[in-house]
Structures are given as structure tokens and as C-alpha cells.
């Protein structure tokens, strides 16, 4: 089975770790040649925009895949003339837009912050009116970790974002004072089964994600089953297969959902350690007609993301229940170079190891 991958970076590269397990053998196709995937497969460089280049990628594949939402439509529609692409172009055009993400939320009954679009700066104006400050301004196309959004304060903070962000379509969105970030990694197969890995609890930096955590405590069982009612009405939406993420916001007893993810995420790397079968292995189960695998929790277990220059090796493989997954990156400031999932017998037990191991990533970033 030789599977295509758009996009060649950590997202491809733990998707051929796990699928060289398998048997499956991986191409991947991507702008750059210097790409954390290139060690596990064949890379093929080119434009998305490139048609021949797509073709010469997408020939002789079994199937085809992509590893970040905004992979080009149009590349993926390309390959999809000569290999099957999962997860289906509709969620991937969904996740790329937020406006269709808030009407497919609408549609489907999910709960979301309440916006407005904006498309100059009389709308803008009149949305922060509606909405009151603060509030929080975004792109509509080509965000990821908090690139592309603001929180506006006030009509200063506006006049200041709508400058930086000139030209580009924006959504303006209520200010959610959220108690906490949750994330449904949800996976569904071509035979329409859907499993979903435990909520994951998340902790963001200046939208950069830097923890994820499972089990999440004191999540009600009424919030968990709402969280997999969203996440199944998606997939059953769009006859989803492969995994997908969803991030809410935990509110008042309620809970909103952020935004969609058609791919492996982020928040889902605790599960490469932390679960019976890694989010990589069931996406790859998923898109090859397989069975899905257990989703179930080994222990408890948080990933911390390695952002820039990361703390020495011989430190990290001393901690207790530490793994070590580096990406092959060169570290420059807030870059995701690498993570580390940490696993402990008893949620006190992991509490104790990561300790050590936030007292190493202060050191190494001071
Ligand atoms: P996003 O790019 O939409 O995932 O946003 C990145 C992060 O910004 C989120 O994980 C939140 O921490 C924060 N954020 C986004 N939207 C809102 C909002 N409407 N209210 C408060 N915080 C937000």
C-alpha cells in the first residue's frame, strides 16, 4: 500500500512513523524540500499550483491524504482525479473557511461564539457596536496558532488590526471568557464506525498551544457525550473518514465549539504514547479500509509542545515516563520543533514528573 501525503511536515512525518509499522510505504508532496517528513518516504517538490507536478505525485498511489487544513483545494482536487483523497474536500473547504465553518455549526445545531463578517471598516466598526469589547478579530481564511487574530480592547485596537490585517477577509467574534479549552479527537472509518479518544484539556499561549492533557478532570458526563454529539454530527455530515479535531470552549456550564481540524491535530499527539492506538495509526486504519483501533487511555498523560531551542536530550530522557518526539526542525523562536508526552501511573504521579519537566523548558527559554 503506498499512501500520498500533501504537506511534508510533523503532522506527515508521525503519520509514516506510524504507518511504516503498518507496511504502508509514503510519498509526500510539498513546497519545501526541507521538510521533517523527507527522512520517512519519497518527497516530491513542486507549486500547489503545479498540475503536471501533482499528477507525477499522485500516480501509482493507493490513496492520498493530506496533514494541514490549509493544504490548496485545488491540489486536492487535482490528485482526487487519480487516487481517492480522505478526508472528504468538503470538510477540508470547510475547515479552511471560517465562515463556512460558523454555517456548518449553525447547520448542524452546534454552538459558537456569536460573529459577524466583516468585509471594510464601516462592518468592522459596526460589528464591535454589536458585539461590544472586548472582542476578538480573525481572519476568515489562513489562520493557525493565533496568526491572523486580535483581541480588540477598543475602537483604537480596531482601527490598529484592521491596518495589519488590510486586504483580508475577517470574522469578528465575541470575547468568550471560557473557564477552559477541550479538544474531541474523533476518528471515523469507510465503514462508518466512530470512535473518539478521551477530551483532551488544552492550554494556549498567545493561541499557541502548549499543553495537552487526559483524562481531562471534572468534565461532566452530560458535556463529554455533548462534545462526541457535535464531533459525530460532523463526520456523519460530511461521511467523514480519517480523524478529525474539534476545540471548544468550556463556559458557564456550556460548551462552544472554536473550530474544526480535518486531520490529526495537535492536541492529539498525547495519544502516540498515551492510547492503545496513536491518532496517526487510526487515521491511516481509517483511509485504508481497516478497522478502527482501541482508543481507549493507557494512563494519564500530558504533551507538552517544544517550542524554539529545546531543553538538552540527556535531560529529557531522564525524566521518568518522558517520550521524546523531536521533528527534525531547526529551532527558532515559538517554533514547534518537537513534543514530549508524559505518562505517570496516577494523575499525582504525572503531576510530580512534570514538574521536572517544566522546571527544564523554563530553564532552556531563559
Ligand atoms: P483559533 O485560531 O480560533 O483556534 O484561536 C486560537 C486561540 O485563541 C484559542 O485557542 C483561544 O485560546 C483564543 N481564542 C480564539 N477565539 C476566542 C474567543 N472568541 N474568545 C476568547 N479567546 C479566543
Redesign the pocket.
Given at each position: 500500500m503506498k499512501i500520498g501525503v500533501l504537506g511534508a511536515g510533523q503532522l506527515g512525518r508521525m503519520l509514516a512513523l506510524a504507518g511504516c509499522r503498518l507496511g504502508y510505504r509514503f510519498r509526500f508532496f510539498d513546497t519545501s524540500s526541507d521538510a521533517p517528513a523527507a527522512q520517512l518516504g519519497e518527497l516530491h517538490t513542486g507549486s500547489w499550483q503545479d498540475v503536471q507536478a501533482l499528477r507525477r505525485f499522485a500516480d501509482g498511489l493507493d490513496v492520498i491524504t493530506y496533514e494541514f487544513e490549509n493544504v490548496s483545494l485545488f491540489a486536492a482536487k487535482t490528485c482526487s482525479d487519480c487516487a481517492p483523497v480522505w478526508p472528504p474536500l468538503g470538510a477540508l473547504e470547510m475547515g479552511q473557511d471560517r465562515v463556512k465553518e460558523k454555517a456548518c455549526f449553525r447547520k448542524l445545531d452546534i454552538p459558537s461564539?456569536v460573529f459577524r463578517e466583516a468585509h471594510n471598516f464601516e462592518e468592522l466598526k459596526q460589528a464591535t457596536l454589536d458585539l461590544g469589547f472586548p472582542c476578538?478579530i480573525?481572519t476568515t481564511t489562513l489562520?493557525?496558532d493565533?496568526k491572523g487574530?486580535y483581541v480588540l480592547r477598543n475602537q483604537n485596537d480596531a482601527e490598529a488590526a484592521w491596518r495589519a490585517l488590510a486586504g483580508s477577509g475577517v470574522i469578528v467574534?465575541?470575547?468568550?471568557a471560557?473557564e477552559r479549552?477541550i479538544s474531541v479527537i474523533a476518528v471515523r472509518s469507510m465503514a462508518g464506525d466512530i470512535a473518539f479518544y478521551p477530551i483532551a484539556q488544552n492550554e494556549?499561549q498567545q493561541?499557541i498551544l502548549r499543553t495537552s492533557r487526559v483524562p481531562t478532570v471534572n468534565l461532566s458526563e452530560s458535556l463529554q457525550a455533548k462534545a462526541q454529539d457535535y464531533a459525530r454530527r460532523i463526520l456523519e455530515e460530511y461521511r467523514y473518514v480519517g480523524v478529525m479535531a474539534i476545540?471548544l470552549f468550556e463556559t458557564k456550564g456550556e460548551l462552544l465549539a472554536?473550530?474544526t481540524a480535518p486531520r490529526v491535530h495537535n492536541t492529539g499527539h498525547w495519544s502516540i504514547d498515551g492510547a492503545i492506538t496513536s491518532q496517526f495509526e487510526n487515521h491511516l486504519r481509517a483511509i485504508t479500509g481497516l478497522a478502527l483501533g482501541s482508543t481507549d487511555l493507557r494512563c494519564p498523560t500530558v504533551m507538552h509542545n517544544l517550542l524554539g531551542e529545546p531543553p538538552a536530550m540527556e535531560a529529557l530522557a531522564a525524566i521518568p515516563g518522558a517520550a521524546i518526539h523531536l521533528y527534525g526542525k531547526s529551532p527558532r523562536p515559538g517554533r514547534k520543533i518537537g513534543h514530549i508526552n508524559l505518562l505517570g501511573s496516577s494523575v499525582e504521579e504525572l503531576a510530580e514528573r512534570e514538574k521536572i519537566l517544566n522546571a527544564l523548558v523554563v530553564k532552556s527559554s531563559s
Open positions: 461564539a476578538v480573525k489562520g493557525y493565533g487574530q467574534e465575541q470575547f468568550i471560557f479549552e494556549h493561541g476545540e472554536n473550530e
